[in-house]
């Protein structure tokens, strides 16, 4: 089984190119993947994956 890459806050900011106010609204609205704990609660990651989902899966305005 392949293990999944887990990404810092910073780095899901900077992909998903949303706030850290956006990202706890999203959280908080359940509209976000989950947080995995890194370090017993001390710090939180994201997996790769799921992110990339997130953001494949998210409406795209025509211009």
Excluded: H
């Amino acid at each position: 089984m392949k293990e999944s890459k887990l990404i810092k806050i910073q780095e899901v900011l900077k992909r998903c190119a949303i706030s850290r106010a956006t990202l706890y609204r999203l959280i908080a609205n359940k509209n976000f993947p989950n947080q995995v704990s890194v370090t017993g609660n001390r710090s939180v990651a994201w997996r790769d994956e799921d992110i990339q989902r997130w953001i494949d899966e998210r409406p795209t305005i025509n211009q």
